[in-house]
C-alpha cells in the first residue's frame, strides 16, 4: 500500500504532465482547497458567483487531532491554492506540503501583514491581568518565537478584525492567479468585509452583558474572541485538547472556580467531557459547549458569521444563567 508521501509525489508527477500542455479554459476558476470550515467560510464568500472553495478536514473532525488520508493528499496535490492557518495549529499538514514540492500554492495565513495576533497561554488557572478581560495585545504579524517569546496563538479567525485582514488577504491571492475574474474577487470580499463589520458590532453589544462573568474553558483556543469583546475567562483545562491534564491542574482550577466565582465551565465537541464534569462536581458552576472551529457547520459563504453567533449564544446561554 502506498504511503501518503508517495501519494502526493505520484498525483503531483501526474498534474504537472497535465499542465505542461496548452493552459486551462479562462472559465475554469482556481481550484481552491482550505483546510479548515472558518477559514473555507471567507474563501466561499470571496468567490461567490465564481466557484466552490473545498475543505480538507471533513466535518466533525478537529486540526488537532487529525491525520491525512490518501485522498487528501490528492485532493492537497490537486489544488491550485492551499489555503492554511499555520503549523502551530494543523501541524499534520506541514509534511505534506512540503512533499508537495509546488512553490506558490500553499499560502501560510498566520503570515499575512496587518493581523493582531497574541502569544499563546499557559494552561491552569490565569491571575488577574493575565485572563484577556479587557486587555488586547497586537504583536505585528511575525508568528515565530522572536526573543524567546511563545509562539502566536493559531486560532486567529475568532477576532473578526483579522477576519477582515483575511478576507482581503484571499482576494488578492486569488486575484494573483486569476486576473479575470479579479474585480470580482475585490468586490465579493468588501461586501464580506461589511458584513463582518456588522457582525462585529452585533457581537459587541451582545457579549456586553455577559462581559463580567468568570468562566473556565478546555482548552486555551479563544484569546482572539476574549480579548476582542472585554471576555473574562479564568484558566484553562489544557494548552490543546491532544494534551491531557494533571489530577493537580483539575484541583486548582477547581479552587478558582470557587474563590473567583466562576459561572460556567465550557467543554468542546469530539474530547471527553470527564474533565469538565470533575471541575464542576459539588458546585453550582454549568458546563456549557464551544466550538471554535464550527465543526458542524457548513462552510458557506455565511459559515463564519453562523460561527461565531453560535459561539457568543453559547457563552450568553451559559453564563446569563449562571448569574
Known sequence: ?????????????????????????????????ASISPIASLAAAVMRGVGEPAVLLPRGASPHAYSMRPSDARALASADLVLWVGESLEAFLEEPLQTLGRPGVAVELID????????????????????????????????GHADGG????????????NAIVLT???????????????????TNAETAVA????????LEQTLAAVADRP????????????QRYG?????AVTIGPERAAGAQRVRELREAVVSRGATCVFREPGFSPKLLDALAADTKVKVGVL?????????????YGELMRRLAAALTGCLAAGG
Open 150 to 161: 511563545s509562539a502566536a496563538d493559531a486560532h486567529i479567525w475568532l477576532d473578526p478584525g
Open 112 to 143: 499575512t501583514e496587518g493581523l493582531t495576533l497574541h502569544e499563546t497561554r499557559s494552561g491552569g488557572v490565569w491571575e488577574a491581568g493575565d485572563d484577556g478581560h479587557g486587555h488586547g495585545h497586537a504583536h505585528g504579524h511575525s508568528h
Open 1 to 33: 500500500m502506498r504511503t501518503l508521501r508517495q501519494v502526493l509525489r505520484a498525483t503531483a508527477a501526474a498534474l504537472a504532465l497535465l499542465t505542461a500542455g496548452p493552459p486551462a479554459s479562462a472559465a475554469e476558476p482556481p481550484r481552491v482547497l
Open 215 to 226: 468562566y473556565v474553558v478546555f482548552h486555551d483556543a479563544y484569546q482572539y474572541l476574549e
Open 168 to 186: 482581503r488577504r484571499i482576494a488578492a491571492e486569488l486575484a494573483a492567479r486569476d486576473p479575470a475574474r479579479a474585480d470580482r474577487y475585490r
Open 231 to 235: 471576555l473574562f475567562p479564568i484558566g
Open 291 to 303: 466550538d471554535p472551529e464550527g465543526l458542524d457547520i457548513a462552510p458557506g459563504p455565511d459559515g
Open 195 to 202: 458584513a463582518i463589520e456588522a457582525l462585529d458590532r452585533e
